[in-house]
């Protein structure tokens, strides 16, 4: 393993669970030539300091998580959107090394097709923020509170797509403007829901 990167050495060495199986897609990335750098605290590997793919473990299973999944064909439909609501990233799950092993060739093929995507520079389309429903507590309550308008439209796309996303999906309304509620002083002071 030759791009191995010290730090992601003690990652996997203090890893308690998932561990075999991690080391194992660790070598089959590794092999594909990306770069091997410690993001968000979990192994990255980029390509040209552009996130290709990343390994995680989880409780149930470790994983792949490909950036830019979506762009994918997925020809064995082994992959996996992480949410309802994710755009670009997706992702294939591992419970046994045995599993990781069987589908080498297929993981290659799958590396090597995200890494053309990445060399080719194609970007996944993502659903702009004014396309995400916005309920109509929360309009209402932009409408009382100018203030407050301003201050969501100063937040970063993502921050408002969260938001959005929190205050949409509960089904009953009192639900909805409790949230709302909750949240109006997070947004006028420039936070995101989860900052």
Not at 24 to 42: F, G
Not at 77 to 103: D, Y
């Amino acid at each position: 393993m030759n791009n191995a990167n010290p730090e992601v050495d003690t990652f996997f060495s203090g890893a308690k669970k998932w561990r075999e199986e991690m080391e194992q897609l660790r070598r089959i990335v590794l092999d594909c030539q990306l770069k091997e750098e410690l993001k968000w605290k979990q192994p990255c590997y980029t390509l040209k300091q552009s996130n290709v793919v990343i390994i995680s473990g989880f409780k149930e299973y470790c994983l792949l998580n490909f950036i830019k999944g979506a762009l994918m064909k997925d020809e064995k439909g082994i992959m996996n959107k992480i949410g309802e609501h994710t755009q670009a990233a997706r992702q294939i799950r591992f419970t046994h090394v045995k599993e990781i092993l069987e589908l080498e060739p297929i993981l290659k093929a799958y590396l090597i097709e995200a890494i053309e995507a990445e060399k080719a520079g194609l970007k996944v389309i993502l659903k702009k923020t004014e396309e995400f429903h916005q309920p109509e507590e929360f309009s209402l309550k932009l409408a009382e509170m100018p203030a407050l308008k301003v201050a969501f439209e100063a937040l970063t796309p993502g921050r408002q797509r969260a938001y959005l996303l929190h205050f949409a999906a509960p089904k009953q309304s009192k639900t909805r403007v409790a949230r709302v509620e909750n949240s109006i002083l997070q947004i006028l002071n420039g936070k995101g829901l989860n900052d």
